[in-house]
């Protein structure tokens, strides 16, 4: 028998049990910062080293995170399954879970970029882990200063066409940990073939279009994952 393909759309609550903070939680990130100033190409121009630091800190942040339970489940759950994870998270953590197939909507912490051409695959460079630190005077190969591989807000997506396309091959379609606030990402549901279960991993309420029957397992991700592998199977 082929096997199921699952898509999965993880956010911030997928890492929140490695301890990586959400953004719109009570103590999230979007608190702590403005927005505007580290998350936006006008906070970016308004002072460079502010940004620069910020994602400094979340990198050397990063570097003591480990994957959580249910970041290893879904890795486990290539095995049963073909498993194409979309993920919001800037983190790489689903990768060191040993997750194959992980296709990042808004960048990854561990890239940076040309601040001329951010989108340009020969400007872009992952970083080891020793080099976290980005100063300012960093250069992209075309010249320009270095910055993160992040997709800000009012930046393009441009990983939202492939994800899309993803998203309507799907078998079963389970969401964990994003409160799909944030567009285009939280539209990735309408491409959802009809028909196709669609199971949510979120402690809280996450508004859903009302014409899409969701099974809600209302847990973290890892105590979810268990529950979402016993009712996969046959
Ligand atoms: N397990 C599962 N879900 C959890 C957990 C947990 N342990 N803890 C919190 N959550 C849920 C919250 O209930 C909330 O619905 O995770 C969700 C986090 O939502 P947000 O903080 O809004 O994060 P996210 O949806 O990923 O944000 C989307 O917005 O700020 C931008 O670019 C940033 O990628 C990010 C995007």
């Not at 929140?16 to 927005?35: H, I, K």
């Not at 979309?86 to 940076?112: C, M, P, W, Y």
């Not at 091959?169 to 969401?175: N, R």
Request: glycine letters at 8%; charged letters at 25%.
């Amino acid at each position: 028998m082929a096997k199921k393909h699952v898509v999965v759309l993880t956010g911030a609550g997928m890492s929140a049990e490695s301890g990586v903070s959400t953004f719109r939680d009570s103590g999230g990130l979007w608190e702590q910062y403005r927005v505007e100033q580290v998350a936006t190409p006008e906070g970016w121009h308004e002072d460079p080293k502010l940004v620069t630091d910020f994602y400094n800190g979340l990198r050397r942040q990063l570097l003591t995170k480990e994957p959580c339970e249910g970041h290893r489940l879904l890795a486990e759950m290539e095995q049963d399954c073909n498993v194409s994870i979309i993920t919001q998270n800037v983190d790489d953590l689903h990768e060191r879970a040993g997750s194959s197939r992980v296709l990042h909507l808004h960048g990854e912490l561990f890239k940076v970029t040309s601040s001329m051409n951010p989108n340009d695959p020969r400007q872009i460079r992952t970083l080891k882990d020793d080099e976290w630190e980005v100063k300012i005077g960093d250069k992209a190969p075309d010249g320009s200063q270095l910055r993160p591989f992040i997709v800000w807000f009012g930046e393009a997506v441009p990983n939202i066409e492939p994800a899309a396309e993803i998203c309507s091959q799907a078998d079963v379609f389970l969401i964990i940990g994003t409160s799909l606030n944030v567009y285009p990402a939280a539209g990735l549901i309408q491409y959802v073939p009809q028909g196709c279960p669609i199971y949510l991993i979120d402690p809280k309420e996450v508004s859903i279009p009302a014409c899409m029957p969701v099974t809600h397992i209302r847990k973290g991700a890892s105590e979810g994952m268990r529950e979402f592998l016993r009712t996969l199977q046959p």
